[in-house]
């Protein structure tokens, strides 16, 4: 079974940063392309950020430039460097793998960014 845990979200001043951490277990980790959603009440959950399995990285266009994904193959964790956080940046940010078409969620963990 995937499980996979997010930690490192808080309550930040606008402009600030944070950095996520998703420790994933169940899967070949190193093989997989690891992925960051972010869901806000009221939305459907946005993509954030992708990282390959060789560490290519692609973003949303929202968060362009001030965000950063990378991993850890040897401790099987995903990381999202959160930096010039905005209001809009609040919301629940999300961990996923993909396994043989199966979709795999952490249970997230709070990002609120206050002015």
């Known amino acids: 079974q995937v499980h996979l845990v997010e930690s490192g979200g808080g309550s930040v001043q606008a402009g600030g940063s944070l950095r996520l951490s998703c420790a994933a277990s169940?899967?070949?980790?190193?093989?997989?392309?690891m992925n960051w959603y972010r869901e806000v009440p009221g939305k459907a959950r946005e993509f954030v950020a992708r990282i390959s399995a060789d560490g290519i990285t692609n973003y949303g266009d929202s968060v362009k430039g001030r965000f950063t994904a990378s991993r850890n193959n040897v401790r099987n964790m995903v990381f999202l460097q959160l930096n010039s956080l905005e209001g809009e940046d609040t919301g629940v940010y999300f961990c996923?793998?993909?396994?043989?078409?199966?979709?795999?969620w952490g249970r997230g963990t709070q990002v609120t960014v206050f002015s």
């Open positions: 169940g899967l070949n980790f190193k093989i997989h392309p």
């Open positions: 996923n793998a993909v396994r043989q078409g199966v979709n795999f």
